[in-house]
């Protein structure tokens, strides 16, 4: 079945440490997008990109670095820049700004705790 | 920033009809209103979305306005497994690129 893996499911960090989720699509969509969620909130964009090997800066990007590499990989990392990491991380992807409609299919999210 | 306006909480009986609103005054003439529903924990699910004409599929019914300022998901029969969190969402250009942009939404509390 085609869709969009997210792991871990579940992750705990030490304040200072640098963690990385991943995030795979085997949909072959052009777009692939970070949001951030809050207890009790919205989606917030962290990064997207549009086509392998750029990407752009959404709304909440400081603290946050990704890369590109491969159509099918969007991996975020969350360094210790980031002063409040906790949160539920959703990753999704969309087949690109090109077609008419834009529909984002979404993985199940990783939670990050920090300790 | 979001450019819909929802309310926060909406209650429904099961079985009933559930009529989500979302107001998008701003919308551009090609731009697509798009509906996603979050359940606790999980990633938003697509529902439904819409152009100019009204929708409809095995999911819900989108009803948008002649004007296109507002629109509305309709759930015909809603049962306990639809309470979630709704979102309506428009695309938001920004630095000629264009992402979507998710708002608070409508929490939906399905009562038995």
């Known amino acids: 079945d085609g869709g969009i893996t997210q792991s871990p499911k579940y992750l705990f960090r030490k304040e200072g440490q640098n963690v990385t989720l991943s995030c795979e699509q085997n949909l072959n969509h052009d777009a692939m997008y970070w949001y951030r969620q809050d207890p009790g909130q919205g989606l917030r964009l962290i990064y997207y990109?549009?086509?392998?090997?750029?990407?752009q800066k959404g709304d909440i990007a400081e603290g946050y670095s990704v890369s590109r590499e491969k159509k099918e990989s969007f991996p975020l990392t969350v360094t210790s820049a980031q002063k409040n990491p906790t949160a539920f991380y959703l990753c999704a992807s969309s087949v690109g700004r090109h077609s008419g409609a834009n529909v984002l299919t979404f993985g199940a999210g990783s939670r990050l705790t920090v300790l | 920033d979001a450019k819909t306006t929802q309310p926060p909480s909406m209650d429904c009986a099961e079985g009933r009809a559930a009529n989500l609103p979302c107001n998008h005054s701003?919308?551009?003439?090609?731009?697509?209103v798009y509906w996603y529903r979050q359940i606790h924990s999980q990633g938003p699910q697509y529902i439904i979305h819409g152009l100019k004409n009204n929708e409809t599929n095995e999911m819900a019914s989108l009803i948008i306005t002649e004007d296109r300022k507002s629109s509305t998901l309709i759930l015909p029969h809603a049962t306990l497994r639809d309470t979630a969190v709704y979102y309506c969402i428009v695309r938001v250009n920004q630095g000629g690129s264009e992402k979507l942009v998710f708002g608070k939404g409508t929490k939906l509390t399905v009562n038995p």
């Open positions: 990109s549009q086509i392998v090997n750029d990407f």
């Open positions: 701003t919308i551009s003439g090609n731009e697509y």
